[in-house]
């Protein structure tokens, strides 16, 4: 027996000394192999024109945005207050069909769009398209407010409600259900692939990229350890809480998120308000970048695409994965959850990126000639030189320690929330596509939250590159079906949003309580 413990020891000994190589290799081999399987996709997604560095992808999604800008006639701005209200509860009616408030939706949907793409996303932005990205990314933000308003309001129209009372929506449901109404051919097909994508979209952006920002942060607070034990912690804790489906997730995200949203921007603030001498010197750089380069990478072009590109992966607009969420709110009134949903892109993007983006800016992390003021380029020219060669949430988190160092744990705890509270909501996301496809069923719920799990463990082990490349090719694909989809359904929602504010100036539709 003696001998046989003695065995059992030694051989545990021998895993202790030998599990941080095995860790690593592990590592290395998942990111091998996950960056080999992906790359195509990658490079088909974000293809330029002909002859030009822009990719189509920008340009597609850009479009979209101004088009329902102007069909809709600026309804982001005209509707503001109104969304306030709906926010508020003050056109609730309890007894409406639905499995969650108007302020549960907006916190579940902000909380798979307010993450990692607010911090490392917009680092990434800054440091290649310098700060004049901050203004495209901000025009972005104001112009997908009408992107959001459209898909959500026919989430919420076209929705499935079943008897038990949980409800099921989203960009398949209405590619499905409106184009039949329509009499328009391929909606079938369509949600097909819309759904497919979403499903590789919450596993990548909504997961993996989250996991794997989370634990380059924990790291940097911590030291350096293999990323497969931050996976499977998160694995551990995302499990616990999408088992228990919406209600669960809704229940924890309407309290995470403001909670990490106003941590954050507090903190942002100070840090700002404290180099109150350098915000005027900040907006100039702002302004100045947007439309000159100032000798960035790619000059204004660069700076505009990165811009567009981060403002869409940050705030989702014509993605179509927020009208999952809006879906389920309880109303009878579409339109209400399309009003509701144009505050995201002005949260997510107008208000948290350009925080982050002044701090990036106004403590001086990006390195410029004294002599001529244009930033220094890296030796492959492809980004700004940084003060420590800091990129994505590092970049981010010296910004932030740059005034106090003990901030980078207040950054470290944002980022764990952000990055938990957006996995749980994209897990939704997915499961939803994944229903669609396979049918509803508890048994078939439960084999998607495994595979979701199992992709929060990869995220963190594999590296920053292939990881952001899939997320960002991922959730695009999503936005190039749905925004066909939104093309030949907007003359709906125009009927709605037109019977709804007739009806709310006449005084039939009233406020409760």
């Not at 690593?24 to 030009?52: C, K, L, M, R, Y």
């Not at 910004?399 to 003990?406: L, Q």
């Not at 997320?471 to 709906?492: G, Q, T």
């Amino acid at each position: 027996m003696k001998n046989i413990s003695a065995a059992v020891l030694a051989a545990f000994a021998s895993l202790c000394v030998s599990a941080p190589a095995m860790a690593q290799s592990i590592d290395e081999q998942i990111n091998s192999i996950f960056a080999s399987s992906t790359g195509w996709f990658v490079s088909f997604i974000f293809s330029p024109f002909p002859g030009t560095s822009f990719p189509w992808i920008v340009a597609w999604l850009v479009i979209a945005a101004t088009v329902f800008t102007i069909y809709f006639g600026f309804i982001q701005f005209r509707a503001f207050p109104h969304s306030i209200a709906l926010v508020k509860g003050d056109y609730s009616d309890p007894n409406d069909a639905g499995e969650v408030s108007h302020f549960q939706a907006l916190a579940t949907a902000l909380s798979g769009t307010v993450g990692l793409g607010n911090i490392a996303g917009v680092a990434v932005a800054v440091g290649i398209g310098g700060p004049g990205a901050t203004f495209w990314m901000i025009l972005a933000g104001l112009m997908g407010m009408a992107s959001k308003f459209t898909e959500c309001t026919l989430g919420v129209k076209y929705r499935n409600e079943y008897s038990d009372g949980t409800v099921s929506g989203g960009p398949m449901y209405y590619m499905t259900k409106g184009f039949e109404e329509r009499g328009l051919p391929a909606g079938k097909i369509l949600a097909v692939l819309f759904a497919i994508f979403c499903i590789l979209g919450s596993l990548g952006g909504g997961n993996m990229f989250q996991a794997n920002q989370a634990h380059a942060q924990i790291a940097n607070v911590v030291g350096d350890y293999p990323g497969w034990i931050t996976g499977l912690v998160f694995a551990a804790i995302v499990f616990a809480v999408i088992v228990g489906g919406l209600k669960s997730i809704a229940s924890v995200t309407e309290k995470v998120v403001p909670f990490m949203g106003v941590l954050y921007v507090i903190t942002a603030l100070v840090i700002i308000l404290m180099n109150a001498d350098k915000i005027g010197w900040a907006f100039g750089q702002i302004f100045e970048g947007a439309f000159t380069g100032l000798g960035v990478a790619g000059g204004f072009v660069g700076a505009l695409i990165q811009g567009f590109k981060r403002a869409a992966f940050s705030n989702e607009a014509g993605v179509g994965s927020a009208a999952i969420a809006h879906s389920a709110v309880r109303t009878k009134e579409p339109i209400t959850e399309g009003f509701v949903s144009l505050l995201e892109p002005f949260i997510d993007t107008v208000v948290i990126c350009t925080m982050t983006a002044l701090v990036i800016i106004i403590t001086g992390q990006l390195v410029s000639d004294p002599q001529t003021g244009l930033y220094l380029l890296n030796e492959g020219g492809t980004a700004i030189q940084t003060v420590d060669g800091n990129s994505g949430v590092a970049l981010t988190s010296a910004a932030f320690s740059a005034s106090f160092g003990w901030f980078q744990y207040i950054l470290a705890i944002a980022v764990v929330l952000f990055a938990f509270s957006t996995m749980i909501s994209w897990s939704y996301y997915g499961l939803k596509a994944w229903t669609f496809l396979f049918g509803e069923g508890k048994t078939k719920e439960l084999v998607f939250k495994v595979i979701f799990c199992i992709f929060v463990v990869i995220g963190a082990a594999a590296s920053l590159g292939p990881v952001i490349d899939f997320s960002d090719a991922a959730i695009f694909a999503m936005a190039v079906v749905n925004i066909i989809a939104l093309y030949a359904l907007m003359p709906i929602v125009k009927r709605e949003v037109n019977s709804y504010l007739s009806r709310l100036k006449s005084g039939e539709i009233k406020k409760y309580g």
